[in-house]
């Protein structure tokens, strides 16, 4: 399920703008990345063009590639959709359909790519999903309730488990936690040690300590001033990029000087 992703000479550009300059990083299989640097560097951007929904924005695109198990995801012929469901993808904001039952929402990465279900197939993809996502115990009685009635924790990992249904072989998490309270914040953060056995996860955060507490491997984005693009400045184990980085900007932006 999990795969390595290799990115090799990245450009990322809005029509003209080149927002984030010439990446290569190699991310391991069954390992949690965490992508840092201040706001407007281009994490969300970065992290955007490992599903290629990138170029869902009129006039973005990339030059590059970026490898997952061995095949670049901006081939010749490569159909985004099914990227994307090989690369999930959980958002800042929880963000269940709005309209649908909890069991809904978590067959709706499935049922939106085509795969007809048998009620008992279903039944055991929903189970399985929401047992993946530490939700199973909460909602399992209410499974036909709104996604919507859940709280913010238990939304987000609603869609945590949606993503899963899908049986992706990455995850990508954009501040996850952003919108949520400390425990809730907690319980993602569990989760998300306990998915990495199975998954490869990138995971954007502007949260130091969540960075350190859940990630093996740090990058540290930084941008030279508006309307200069991104770059990644440094990639290490998480402890190296704490405790003893090499460029003076990483150890200014984890100590707190700025950002
Ligand atoms: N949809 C967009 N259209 C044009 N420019 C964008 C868009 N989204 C982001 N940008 C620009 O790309 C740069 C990086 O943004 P972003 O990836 O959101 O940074 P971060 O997630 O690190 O805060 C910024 O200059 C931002 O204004
Ligand atoms: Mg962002």
Redesign the pocket.
């Known amino acids: 399920m999990s795969k390595r992703i290799e990115v090799n000479n990245l450009n990322i550009f809005?029509?003209d703008?080149l927002?984030?300059e010439d990446v290569s990083i190699s991310i391991e299989p069954r390992t949690v990345t965490a992508i840092i640097?201040?706001?407007?560097?281009?994490?969300?951007?970065?992290l955007r063009t490992l599903n290629r929904m990138h170029e869902v924005?009129p006039g973005?695109h990339v030059e590059g590639e970026v490898i997952i198990d061995g095949n670049n995801l901006y081939g010749e012929g490569v159909d985004p959709v099914l990227v994307r469901r090989q690369v999930g993808m959980v958002f800042q904001r929880a963000n269940p359909f709005p309209t649908m039952s909890i069991r809904a929402n978590v067959l709706a990465g499935v049922t939106l790519n085509n795969r007809k279900l048998s009620k008992s197939d279903g039944d055991s993809l929903v189970e399985h999903s929401l047992q993946r996502a530490n939700l199973w115990n909460e909602v399992k009685d209410r499974l036909d309730k709104p996604g919507m009635s859940l709280s913010g924790g238990q939304q987000q990992r609603l869609c945590i488990a949606r993503a899963i249904a899908v049986a992706p072989d990455v995850l990508l998490m954009?501040e996850p936690c952003s919108a949520l309270d400390p425990i809730s914040t907690l319980a993602i953060e569990d989760l998300i040690e306990e998915l990495k056995l199975d998954y490869t996860i990138v995971i954007?955060t502007h949260n130091m300590q969540q960075a350190s507490r859940v990630s093996d491997r740090t990058a540290f984005?930084n941008i030279a001033g508006?309307?200069k693009p991104?770059k990644l400045i440094e990639y290490n184990d998480t402890n190296t990029i704490f405790s003893k980085p090499s460029v003076q900007a990483t150890e200014d932006y984890v100590s707190g000087k700025f950002g």
């Open positions: 809005y029509s703008f927002a984030v640097g201040p706001s407007g560097c281009g994490k969300s951007t970065f924005i973005a954009d954007v984005f508006t309307g991104g």
